[in-house]
């Protein structure tokens, strides 16, 4: 008997080695924040992060945060520019650019096709690049995209002054946007667990967890996940008929997929099976949320990781990004910021 296989998608990258599980994430510092997304370290090296629909200012570790802006929509993106510029977006695909004391400025627009900003970049202090993951406010993206085929993302660079222009197209829920060395923009894709060229190049692939925002460093690059890319889903993607009837019959907060928190319930399906020992949920239990950032070199291959397992509580890591030093990191479950040190995750 002869199996044909159902997807030529390279194999996926083992927890192993120096991806093997520890627990970094659930050892590191916190900062409690309310519904934390998204970070960005200003121009003069004040530390911006999202908290709902406003963005805090931090000027030192262990200080007292300070409200910078409130915006009108929850904050689902930021990024600033070395000439003192803080690019804002918002959901449903809002973008606004202000200084860095927070005030507004005239000419961006975003366009009206854009359904998320769930990324942003600076390519230069008047134009901004924005990632639309494809799927507008209130639509449950973690649950859709593993299910979807549709390459509906793209990434859009917005001028001060001009016409938007499409940079990527055809992109299957893109979450992060990087600048390479050679000033060319990495794209990070959720669904497909892989780093892409805006021309469809691929950079790397096969990442363990669903990749969200990925950010350059001194030493190459550091990639925040959302999720663990569980086995099960894997394979039902080769399971049509199975895959059609959940689309169908249930709503997908309760589809077999990642999940953004550690929780359980008796209402999910599979409720997932041995995950506790003599009421005790063990780290290696089966999990569809967890936490995971990845160090990469600059080639994108993975040097040294971090974890928050099946028992831990600091999962799905939206952003990251290196402050004074330090590698921060947002864990949307736990709704911290943490602090895993100064250096190299390797070190």
């Known amino acids: 008997m002869f199996f044909a296989r159902k997807r030529s998608d390279p194999p996926a990258m083992t927890l192993e080695g120096v991806l093997g599980p520890n627990s970094r994430l659930d050892e590191a510092a916190g900062m409690q924040v309310s519904a934390p997304g998204a970070l960005a370290v200003t121009a003069q090296g004040q530390l911006l992060f999202s908290s709902g629909s406003a963005v805090q200012r931090l000027r030192a570790w262990g200080g007292k945060a300070e409200r910078w802006a409130e915006f009108p929509a929850r904050v689902t993106a930021l990024a600033c520019s070395p000439g003192g510029r803080v690019a804002v977006g918002l959901e449903g695909g809002g973008l606004v650019v202000a200084d860095e004391a927070g005030r507004l400025l005239d000419g961006w627009t975003a366009p009206a096709d854009l359904l998320s900003a769930t990324d942003c970049l600076f390519l230069s202090e008047d134009e901004v690049a924005v990632v639309d993951n494809g799927y507008g406010a209130g639509e449950p993206f973690l649950a859709l995209a593993p299910w979807d085929d549709a390459a ?5 660079a917005i001028a001060r002054a001009g016409a938007p222009r499409v940079v990527a197209g055809g992109l299957h829920c893109p979450m992060g946007v990087a600048q390479t060395r050679a000033g060319e923009l990495a794209i990070s894709q959720l669904e497909r667990a892989n780093i892409v060229a805006p021309g469809g190049a691929l950079l790397q692939s096969g990442f363990p967890g ?22 099960l889903v894997e394979f039902l993607k080769t399971e049509r008929d199975f895959v059609a009837e959940m689309k169908a019959r249930i709503e997908p907060r309760h589809w077999i997929g990642p999940r953004a928190n550690p929780e359980f319930s008796h209402d999910f399906p599979i409720e997932l099976g041995a995950a506790r020992l003599f009421g005790e949920v063990k780290p290696w239990a089966p999990s569809f949320s967890y936490g995971l950032v990845i160090e990469l070199s600059d080639h ?48």
């Open 152 to 156: 509906r993302g793209k990434v859009v």
């Open 210 to 231: 669903y990749p969200g925002r990925l950010r350059r460093t001194e030493t190459g690059y550091v990639l925040a996940c959302l999720s663990r890319r569980d086995p």
């Open 300 to 347: 994108f291959v993975p040097v040294a990781s971090a974890h928050s397992r099946a028992n831990g509580a600091r999962h799905a890591i939206s952003d990251v990004c290196v402050w004074n030093g330090a590698l921060l990191a947002v864990s949307s479950a736990s709704g911290e910021i943490l602090n895993l040190g100064v250096g190299s995750l390797a070190a």
